[in-house]
């Protein structure tokens, strides 16, 4: 089992709709929890990052965090095609390295 | 600078051949991360170092792989007698001191072993 798991998808979403992508992490210790954005053949971008139990929410983006369940997911409103991309979720124990899964390819449709 | 920075951004190496790919942080960025992330995975994690110091090495694959960051600020990261499974791209990353501060990542290094 691999420390952070994601549904690789591919997540397909009508423009204007709601994404929502989930993550969910095996190591308890884990604190902080990270969500990275990854276009093709570029670097994972953060978008937002959450440490505390309930919803964190940023323009667009909304992160949750359930510690009790070892899940945190990401939702997205009004999803625009530039949207479009791979969405890394992260998990750091003590800030000394970040672990993450495999990423979910959100595609956003026009 | 503004940001994470590394380079080169593309090398090609012959099997056996040694490269160094360099990254400079954020400035005043405390934590570097070097992060090696293969098509269509995650990034995943080789070292830390916190300063000058390098404080984790768990994830480097084996003894070719080499990090060091001597003054504190710019690292390098030194693979020996490459192989093709050492392909990949190496990502650099920079973050401030503190337990739930965010990591920057630079552009990253497209290493190609053939």
């Known amino acids: 089992q691999k420390e952070v798991e994601q549904n690789s998808g591919p997540l397909s979403v009508p423009e204007g709709a709601i994404a929502s992508l989930n993550c969910t992490y095996s190591d308890r210790g884990s604190q902080s929890f990270f969500w990275y954005r990854q276009y093709s053949g570029k670097s994972p971008e953060l978008i937002m990052f959450i440490y505390s139990n309930g919803d964190k929410e940023d323009g667009r983006f909304t992160a949750q965090l359930n510690k009790a369940s070892q899940y945190v997911s990401l939702l997205i409103r009004d999803s625009q095609p530039s949207d479009s991309a791979t969405y890394l979720c992260?998990?750091?124990?003590?800030?000394?390295?970040?672990?993450f899964g495999a990423g979910t390819i959100l595609r956003v449709k026009s | 600078g503004a940001g994470v920075s590394q380079s080169p951004r593309y090398k090609v190496a012959k099997r056996g051949q040694d490269v160094a790919l360099r990254c400079d942080p954020i400035?005043?960025?405390?934590?570097l991360f070097w992060y090696q992330q293969a098509l269509g995975q995650g990034p995943e994690f080789l070292t830390y170092?916190?300063?000058?110091?390098?404080?984790?090495k768990s994830g480097l694959p084996s003894d070719r792989f080499f990090a060091e960051r001597p003054e504190g600020s710019v690292s390098t990261l030194k693979i020996q007698r490459t192989q093709q499974e050492d392909s990949a791209v190496y990502l650099c990353?920079?973050?401030?001191?503190?337990?739930?501060?965010?990591?920057?990542f630079g552009q990253g290094t497209r290493l190609t072993v053939v």
């Open positions: 170092f916190q300063n000058e110091a390098q404080l984790d």
């Open positions: 990353a920079s973050s401030s001191w503190g337990g739930n501060t965010e990591a920057f």
């Open positions: 400035s005043g960025h405390v934590s």
């Open positions: 992260a998990a750091s124990m003590n800030g000394n390295k970040l672990v």
